[in-house]
């Protein structure tokens, strides 16, 4: 049972580039969510979903795009990347709406944009 | 905003010893309180969690004590132990219908010292 997957675990990127981050999960899950952790900031939401074809902005969605097209996947995009960029993504996902409904992380994704 | 403030950013404790890691929020409209525990390399893990109708929860070593008056909330980690080293995140969540988004504090890094 994998959980969730990102990949890929490490990129680097120049300023101006882009890419797309992408997130799997197994579980069946309804909800799936994309955070950075910066040091000294803890967690941050970026996107997140609440069903396929679904998609929401979070605390700092600037610089970010996202698609749910199959329940299973919900990918990151960075358009243009900026080296502000520079962090560590977390994909996460959890069942339907309840107190009881942890959110399950993905290893995350080392991104350096130089 | 931060919501949700994490004290101390790090934290070094003797192995037996007792371990406490506090946090406090503004908006009283939360309806539960996790801690995750992160290891070095990997995703954010549920470690407990409790409801505010609770004052405290109990899962063997480690204790949330919840005071709702004051708007803080604490993991006490009992007979402290080199494995749990770790970075520990506490968290809010506001049930809104729109997915179980958390809100994380700045994070702790906990060493055990044998």
């Known amino acids: 049972n994998a959980g969730v997957t990102q990949t890929p675990k490490f990129r680097v990127l120049k300023t101006g580039q882009s890419m797309t981050l992408l997130c799997a999960q197994d579980m069946n899950h309804e909800y799936m969510y994309w955070y950075r952790q910066d040091p000294g900031m803890g967690l941050r939401l970026i996107h997140y979903?609440?069903?396929?074809?679904?998609?929401a902005k979070g605390e700092v969605p600037d610089g970010y795009n996202v698609s749910r097209l199959k329940k299973q996947n919900f990918l990151l995009g960075l358009e243009s990347a900026a080296p502000s960029q520079t962090s560590v993504y977390f994909c996460a996902s959890s069942p339907v709406q309840g107190t009881s409904s942890p959110l399950h992380f993905g290893n995350g994704t080392r991104l350096t944009v130089t | 905003q931060q919501q949700v403030k994490q004290s101390p950013q790090s934290l070094i404790v003797q192995k037996g010893g007792i371990s406490i890691i506090n946090c406090a929020y503004e908006?009283?409209?939360?309806?539960?309180f996790p801690w995750y525990q992160q290891f070095p390399g990997k995703g954010p893990a549920l470690l407990i969690a409790?409801?505010?109708?609770?004052s405290e929860k109990k899962e063997g070593r480690f204790t949330i004590s919840f005071n709702k008056s004051a708007k803080q909330f604490s993991l006490h980690i009992m007979d402290s132990q080199p494995g749990d080293s770790a970075t520990y995140f506490c968290a809010v969540l506001v049930l809104t219908g729109g997915g179980n988004k958390l809100t994380f504090g700045t994070g702790t890094q906990l060493k055990v010292e044998l």
């Open positions: 409790i409801r505010p109708d609770v």
């Open positions: 908006n009283t409209a939360f309806d539960y």
């Open positions: 979903s609440v069903g396929e074809g679904t998609t």
